[in-house]
């Protein structure tokens, strides 16, 4: 799996390979269980189902934070697979 590097921003830098990271082990080895288990709940909130009741208002920054994240790079990995595609 290939993900834009987030410190550099596709420039290059010393903790990618010109700006990307190549995993190679399962992603939970970096990130965590706990990490996980958001990206879970962003999921749902992608499907119209938030994981507290009460909506967005009450979820915690953290958790935005996070979703917000996770929408980013889903978003530059289209962009990515999709200038790929266009490169064949």
Known sequence: MEMSCPIC???????CDEGIIRIKECPLDY?????CKYVKMV????KGMLPVS???LEQ???????????WA??????????SRKKRK
């Open 60 to 70: 915690s920054h953290k958790f935005i934070s996070i979703a917000e994240f996770v």
């Open 9 to 15: 921003n596709e420039v290059g830098c010393n903790d």
């Open 43 to 46: 999921e749902l909130i992608d």
């Open 54 to 56: 009460g909506g967005v």
């Open 31 to 35: 990130i965590g269980y706990d990490a």
């Open 73 to 82: 790079c889903e978003v530059r990995a289209t962009e990515r697979q999709n």
